[in-house]
């Protein structure tokens, strides 16, 4: 009983899927049952760059971090992903390596289907390959604002939209401020603001002087969200 109650929370996940909504019923069931639910612990990678997987993943809980890794090991975030967030769509193209890490950030439970069992659902049904189209250009004009911040926009700005876009993925609104509902340290904002951990803290100890944010219990308060939106306008700073 519980097995098919989990099969039909899988069933559930994939409907909604942007690759698999509007799948009928059977092609639903034959991805999840093809599939295995993995669980893999805080900073475990999912693949890395140069690995060969031909695996199509879906996020169940927790949380994964694309990066790329340089030869001497510094890292640069492209983004988190959270709950029912797909990725390695790139191993339907075929055996190549993969050009990112996916990191863990956040313990996961992660359902995993063989690219193979995705790409026979696709020939039976080709209008799946035309949403998996269209859902990776939203994913790539996401990647187009973030070299575009790291172009033309300081250190700051650049920290202030990801708290920002924090705020709106798992804010809680008190009577306090704004609550984060997530755990980050700040050599995650580093990676995900491309910034050294020294540069992040001295921004973060200017906010928190200036009133704009708190810590507590290493979880943040925005406090005056006018300020921080006000930190993303494009100037010039030495940061």
Known sequence: MVSAQRNEDLIGVIARAPWFEGLPADAQRSLVESGTVRSYAKN??????GQITSDVYCILSGRIRLLITSAI??????TD???EAWLNEA???GKLPRMLDAKV???????AIPAQAVKMVGENYPDMYRKLFVDHVLRTRGIYVLLTGMAFYPLRARLAGWLLQLVEDHGRTTAEGVHLDVN???NDLAQLSLGSRQRIN?????WRAAGVIELRANRYIVRDMDALGRE????NSDD
């Not at 993303?232 to 100037?235: C, G, P, S």
Request: net charge negative.
């Open 202 to 206: 001295k921004i973060l100890g200017e």
């Open 44 to 49: 475990s990678y999912l693949f890395t760059a």
């Open 73 to 78: 090991g510094q890292e640069f975030a492209l």
């Open 232 to 235: 993303t306008e494009l100037k």
């Open 184 to 186: 980050l340290s700040q």
């Open 105 to 111: 950030a956040e313990a996961a439970r992660v359902l």
């Open 91 to 93: 191993g339907l193209a």
């Open 81 to 83: 992903l959270e709950s």
